[in-house]
């Protein structure tokens, strides 16, 4: 299984809901990612997970949670989110190599999530 | 200077032509170099990684890196109109994790 899959494809969401998206990888790679991407942009990383442990957050406002439960799954839950903040939500992982991750990163498909 | 600048786009070529898509990159240090291809409303997909100077090839895609001109380079040959897509460059300095992207050169292959 070479494939990293995530769920749901769309979420539409209002300001005051909490919603979570979920992120599964079975290429046993121990470093997971989460990104955001806004139409015409590239991604943008929000958050670096090495063996579960948070290793990178790029100053992500607090209304995004990361959580990493086990090595193959990877959540992030969403609160009072605002509509800026609509885009593509990209999870990718990587392999771990002695010095750190390995930069050779394989995405999902992505959650589009709207806010409303 | 952005840390990865991508030719600036759209670029237009007919089926079966080459397509070349160039990156530079600001600092010396990157240690990868990376080729994400996008189709629209999809996700990145990795098409090529390259690490060492000179070429590489894989299938109809070739990528080239020059260190000393910090400048890299893919190569599609007997473009087809399936490779019509946003090219994403990206480059690494370590192996924290993170990678640097350029804003993407939109291909489109007209038959």
């Known amino acids: 299984d070479t494939e990293v899959t995530q769920t749901p494809k769309h979420l539409v969401m209002g300001m005051t809901n909490k919603k979570s998206l979920k992120c599964e990888q079975h290429?046993?790679?121990?470093?997971m990612y989460w990104y955001k991407q806004k139409a015409k942009k590239p991604p943008e990383l929000m958050f670096v997970y090495s063996y579960e442990k948070l290793s990178i957050n790029e100053s992500v406002p607090s209304r995004f949670s990361p959580e990493c439960p086990n090595s193959s799954l990877l959540n992030l839950h969403l609160h009072a989110l605002q509509p800026e903040d609509s885009a593509l939500y990209l999870c990718?992982?990587?392999?771990?190599?002695?010095?750190?991750?390995?930069?050779?990163?394989?995405f999902g498909p992505g959650t589009r999530l709207t806010v409303l | 200077q952005k840390e990865v600048e991508q030719n600036s786009g759209p670029l237009s070529v007919p089926e079966g032509a080459i397509a070349s898509l160039n990156c530079t990159y600001s600092?010396?240090?990157?240690?990868?170099f990376f080729w994400y291809r996008q189709y629209s409303g999809k996700s990145p997909e990795l098409i090529m990684s390259?690490?060492?100077?000179g070429d590489k090839e894989d299938g109809r895609f070739t990528a080239q890196l020059n260190k000393a001109s910090q400048y890299v380079s893919l190569l599609i040959r007997d473009s087809q109109p399936s490779d019509s897509a946003t090219y994403l460059c990206a480059v690494s300095r370590s192996t924290l994790g993170r990678l640097y992207f350029g804003r993407g050169t939109q291909l489109t292959v007209w038959p």
């Open positions: 990718a992982s990587s392999q771990v190599k002695a010095g750190g991750p390995s930069n050779e990163q394989f």
């Open positions: 390259i690490y060492s100077n």
């Open positions: 600092d010396r240090v990157s240690q990868s």
């Open positions: 290429m046993g790679h121990r470093a």
